[in-house]
Structure formats: C-alpha cells, structure tokens
C-alpha cells in the first residue's frame, strides 16, 4: 500500500498530468473546473478521481470542504485505487480497499453511457460507499458501474473522509473540532454534481441518492437534513441498521477524548499535536478505540463507532425519530436489506456464543423487555447460539427497524411519494469471494449483509468471478427495476409491468406491506415480511 499525505505530491501524481500521461484517445469533457480526460470500455465511459474538493490536509484537515482550484492542463481522469486514510479489512481487500490512501481523497468517479453526449440529461445514480464511516472508498471496482449505465443512466461514486477525520468532536471555542465533515463533503459532491454532471450527459435536476450499509445511513441523514433540501429527487437506502443509534455530542466528545489519548495528545484543546500527527497514525488511533463502548446503554454502537453526529446543526435528531415525524425529504424511495445481515456482525464478534452470553446479550439490549424477546427468539439447543444470535441482530437492527421506517414514511400525512421495499435473499455461487480463511468466512453460507451489492452492480465478472444462469437472471432483475426506478421514480418503469413478469408495488398499508423478495430462481412479492417478529420489536420501540 502507497501511502501519500503531502498534497502537492498527490497534485504532481496525479492531479495535473497532461492526459498524455493516462489515454491519449479518451474522451474529454470540461468541467467548471477545468477539462477532465476519462477512458472508454465496451460499454461506457469512465472518469476517475476527478476532485471535487481542495486540500483537506496539513492546517485545512478537520475543516469544511471547499471546491478545487481550477486546473490548466487535461487531468488525467484514468487513476485507480485512490481512498482516504483507514484500516481496511473488508472481504476480498483487493477489490474492497483502496491501494493508495491519501488524505486529499474527496475525489468522484463517474460512469456514462458510451455514446452520451452534453446535455443529454440522462438521470443520475449517486452512489456513497458502505464501510461502517471508518473504511471503504469509491472506486472499488465491486461498484464498477459500466454495466449499470448501459441502461441510459449516468452513476457518480464518490470518497468522502472517514474514521476521526470525518467526525472528531474535540476541544472547545472557535479551534473547536465539531465533526460532521463526511456528510459535507458529500454535499459538496451532490453540489459538484449539480454544477458540472449536464457536461457529462447527465440531469442535474434528476438526481438518486443511494448507498449502501454507512452509505444508506448517509442518504437517510440527507434526506432529514434540510441543508441537503433540492439537491436529489430519489432515494435509494440500502442496509441502513436503523436501530443502531447515531453519536449524542456527549458520546461524540468522550470518544474525541479517547482519540486524543491513543493518539498521543491531551484530551482537549492540544491542536497543535492533532495536527501534527500524520494521517497513518490518525488512522491507527481511530481503529484503537473502535471497540470503546462509550455509553453501556447503547452497546450497538461499537459496530458504528464514528457516526455522524446529531449535532442540531447539521443533525437535528436520529433519523429514525424524524422519519417517525415526518421531517424528511418526500422523495421517491426504495429501502431495502438483506436476509441475513447480522451473520457477518455476530460471526466477527464471537468466536463461539454460549447461551448465558446469549441471555447476557438480549439483556444488555432490551433490558425491559428481556423475558418478550427472549421467548421470541429462545436459545436453541447447540453449544454455540450464534445462528439465533444472527436471526435475531438481522429482524432487530435491520429487517424490522428498517420496515417501520418505510412504514412511518409512507403514513407521513406530509409525503406523497412512494416507498418500495427488498429483501435480498441469496446465497452466493462464489463463496470464495468472501475470503474464506478472513473473519467473513460464515458469509460463504448465508444472504450476508452486502450481499446484494455484485448484483445491484452487476460486478463479479469484473472482480474474477462468474454468475450462474440463475444469478444473471437474478442480477438483470434487480439492475431493471433499480435503473427504471432512477429514471422514473418506479421501478417497474413508465408502467406497471415494463419488462418485468413481476410488479413491484409500493409498500403500503392499503398495498398490504408487500415486498419484493430477490431469490432464484424467481423473485416474489410478499405480505408483512417477518411480521410477526417486527410486530413485537415495533412495538417495543427501536429507540436508538
């Protein structure tokens, strides 16, 4: 791994270069910002690590983003692997993680149809990458996107700054450290967007947010946050664990303090050491409290640990209690998850799980309403309780949580827009991608979270790996109705029933709560998907 934190290096690299340097026969687009040269595949265009932000390092780092100088040379828009500083251990790192990790990383990569032309005004995908805001960037090749835009739409995946860079909420007074730099440097790349996508082929008044696990996290705060108001027209959240609760500033400051420390600095107002320390050993101190339980009553936030923080500024509240009153954008939405998204979480965590462990678990989480979800979800009569452990994690952190707030926004008397909901349930036929020897081994076996992504994207062939014929029915499905619902607001396109055998309907109470289950060899649509179980945990509250 390459690690560059000096910006003016990065800027001699990369930046500048005469497009001489990257494809000499790409295609050229102008940007307000200065021309950009990208390559050509098959299939489309591609841009990549355009920056849409200036330097945020050396006395800039832990400060707003800002647009780019404009540049005089073509830069080169062919370079691969460039992310923002983490430690990154997520399955098949080679595809996952970045392979240069610079802290001037807010840079965008955008795909377009081949033959896309300014001002064609094709709809807009703008994608935000998952990785729990402390890993993961924009470039994975897992979100290639030359298949995706194949269907006349343009797709946009960005970096933004992770771990401590992104939310330390540190010292007092106008020096004051106040966090929430992920969330801006995504709006600026929505207004980057806004500004320069119609040179692309793009609409930039036909724009889908989307993401997936921290990155739906990320489109749920913009969709409550009134500074992000105008900036999209649809919504896609993927995965977001709506029961896992985003940082209080207290909970925020404690964890600053505990940064400060494993860093080395005192636990307030020492600016000048935090600033001098360099992005390797901002990271490496950002993974050494990542298993701080900063408050024992909200456990769950040891697998978000660096959040955004609901600060009332940027953040008025949780998102789940402003999708409860209605405060969010009405926008098209699609919300979805996977069938077994806590496998991952409850399999890392625990070697082996023992039902006393097991008990002590659903009591640290529901300590008064343990006896109700015990019964719910009784202990089985293995040794290692990891597989209810799962069961349980999925419906209360994601599935059921995830489905109220598609509920409470679609009763929202002030929303008039649809919501769709999905549940992805499919077993990969390339186990081997999930690094088997890795700590996501138990996914080769199960609908783990993230588990959907290849076939939103359409991306193994990419990555070295193969669809069955089941699975390329299963991906062509899915990569239809999301792209109808980027161009049209439905994902069964300009009417019901467009290229699809099945219609999915919006998710509502006079529609049943249907929802849409992807599985081979067919999809299905059902009613009340785990509603018994959601039943019970809505009505215990989520209360994050």
């Given amino acids: 791994m390459v690690l560059c934190s000096n910006f003016l290096f990065f800027f001699l690299l990369g930046i500048a270069l005469p497009a001489t340097f990257g494809d000499p026969s790409g295609p050229i687009v102008t940007t307000k910002f200065g021309k950009v040269q990208g390559l050509t595949v098959d299939t489309a265009r591609i841009f990549r690590s355009i920056p849409y932000a200036g330097p945020v390092n050396g006395s800039k ?48 990569n955008i795909f377009t149809p081949l033959n896309a032309t300014a001002d064609q005004n094709l709809p807009v995908m703008f994608f935000m990458h998952g990785g729990e805001f402390v890993q993961g960037y924009g470039g994975s090749k897992l979100y290639d996107g030359r298949f995706l835009v194949s269907a006349g739409i343009v797709l946009v995946t960005i970096n933004y700054r992770l771990g401590a860079l992104a939310n330390l909420l540190y010292g007092t007074g106008d020096k004051e450290i106040k966090g929430n730099f992920d969330i801006k440097d995504q709006r600026l790349a929505l207004e980057w967007v806004r500004m320069n996508i119609a040179a692309f082929g793009g609409n930039p008044n036909d724009v889908t947010i989307a ?20 900036l999209f027209q649809k919504a896609i959240i993927e995965s977001y664990p709506f029961a896992s609760p985003l940082k209080s500033p207290d909970d925020a400051r404690k964890l600053g303090e505990d940064f400060a420390t494993a860093l080395g600095c005192g636990k307030s107002n020492d600016y000048d050491c935090l600033y001098s320390k360099t992005m390797t050993e901002v990271a490496k101190a ?8 900063v408050d024992i009553t909200k456990i769950l936030e040891i697998f978000l ?36 998204e806590a496998v991952l979480f409850v399999y890392r965590s625990f070697k082996t799980l023992g039902a006393l462990e097991y ?30 452990a799962s069961v349980f994690g999925t419906d209360a952190i994601f599935t059921c949580s995830s489905s109220y707030a598609a509920k409470v926004f679609s009763a929202s008397k002030d929303s008039v827009s649809p919501v769709y909901r999905y549940i992805f349930d499919h077993v990969w036929s390339f186990p081997d991608a999930w690094d088997p020897d890795s700590l996501y081994h138990a996914c080769k076996n199960a609908s783990c979270h993230a588990s959907d992504l290849p076939f939103i994207f359409h991306t193994p062939s990419i990555n070295g790996f193969n669809f069955t014929s089941d699975e390329t029915a299963l991906t062509d499905s899915i990569v239809r109705y999301f792209t ?26 006079v529609g049943k709560w249907m929802t849409i289950i992807f599985k081979t060899p067919a999809n299905e649509m059902k009613s009340e998907y785990r509603g018994p179980y959601c039943s019970v945990l809505d009505n215990i509250g989520y209360n994050p």
């Avoid at 080679?94 to 392979?99: A, G, I, L, M, Q």
């Avoid at 993401?211 to 105008?230: D, I, L, T």
């Avoid at 500024?313 to 069938?339: C, H, N, W």
Wanted: net charge negative; charged share 20%; aromatic share 8%.
């Fill in 484 to 509: 109808n619902f980027v161009k049209y607001g439905n994902p069964n396109g300009e009417s019901a029933n467009n290229n699809e055998t099945l219609e999915w309907t919006a998710y509502s109470e």
């Fill in 211 to 230: 993401g997936q696990s921290a990155g739906g996290v990320s489109v749920a705060v913009h969709m409550v946050a009134p500074k992000s108001s105008g």
């Fill in 305 to 340: 640990q660096w959040t955004p923080i609901v600060d009332g500024e940027e953040l008025a509240d949780q998102p789940l209690t402003l999708f409860e009153q209605g405060k969010t954008a009405d926008v098209p939405l699609i919300m979805g998850t996977t069938s077994q």
């Fill in 359 to 388: 008990d002590a678990l659903l009591f640290a989480l529901y300590p008064l309403h343990f006896e109700e979800i015990h019964k719910l979800y009784s202990p089985s009569n293995e040794r290692d309780q990891r597989k209810v």
């Fill in 286 to 293: 950002t993974s050494a409290v990542n298993s701080k339980i």
């Fill in 61 to 108: 780092r832990w400060t707003d983003p800002v647009f780019p100088d404009p540049w005089d040379d073509v830069f080169d828009a062919t370079r691969e692997g460039l992310g923002c500083p983490q430690n990154c251990d997520l399955p098949t790192p080679k595809v996952s993680c970045p392979t240069v990790q610079i802290e001037n990383c807010l840079l965008l």
